[in-house]
């Protein structure tokens, strides 16, 4: 029986085609790489249920765009985005996957909801993250800090798009300065530092697989 080993990791390969390299048929490839997929949604939705709920916010504190950033760095563009889009899947179809809320519904309401736009941009952060990791943005601090700031501008942009044009209050629509105050201005200082301490979590990696690789040429 004929096997097709993994491909030679080329400058734009992810971390995890790194680790999968050894890969013995195209079988075990396509295997490594759904548990993979299945592993980062089950951390973003583990993720979701430690979150702080703030009095002046409908949006919570979480520890998802995190996994997000880091996960989809380290699965690429593709399977990044397709771990989010199976999260999100998940929720819509009632699994609790979601943040635990007392003002926010679970399932597909929750999409509709006020945070609703951060949920729908997962995707979009875990494809850019992921797709600046292929071209080797997460094999060095500084390029990594880059990558996953171009995702958490995704996160934060449809997001606060979402609570401005689409969620409501008594007086009607949110509006943008509302929505930067509840939806931004709390979180952006706090994440950015998160994603300057998760930043360093891919380049390590990178050189203890590196390291690891030179012990088995060697």
């Given amino acids: ?46 993720a979701a249920q430690i979150s702080v709920h703030l009095p002046f916010t409908p949006v919570p504190f979480t520890l998802q765009p995190m996994v997000v950033l880091v996960g989809s760095a380290a699965l690429g563009a593709r399977l990044g985005a397709a771990s989010q889009i199976l999260y999100l899947l998940l929720g819509i179809a009632g699994a609790p996957v979601f943040a635990a809320s007392p003002i926010l519904p679970q399932g597909a309401a929750r999409l509709l ?45 449809g997001g606060v798009t979402w609570l401005a044009l689409f969620a409501t209050s008594a007086a009607g629509p949110v509006g943008v300065q509302a929505a930067l105050a509840t939806g931004l201005y709390p979180f952006v200082v706090p994440d950015i530092v998160k994603v300057c301490l998760a930043s360093a979590i891919l380049p390590t990696a990178w050189a203890v697989v590196g390291r690891a690789g030179e012990r088995e040429i060697g």
Avoid at 20 to 30: E, K, V
Avoid at 35 to 44: D, G, H
């Fill in 1 to 46: 029986m004929s096997s097709t080993r993994a491909p030679f990791v080329t400058y734009d390969s992810t971390l995890l085609d790194h680790i999968s390299i050894g890969a013995d048929s195209s079988a075990s490839l396509t295997s490594i790489k759904i548990a993979s997929v299945l592993f980062l949604t089950a951390l973003t939705a583990a």
């Fill in 113 to 157: 909801g006020p945070t609703g736009g951060y949920l729908m941009a997962y995707p979009i952060a875990a494809f850019v993250t992921g797709y600046l990791a292929e071209r080797g943005f997460d094999r060095r601090y500084f390029t990594s800090v880059l990558a996953m700031l171009a995702g958490l501008c995704m996160l934060f942009l």
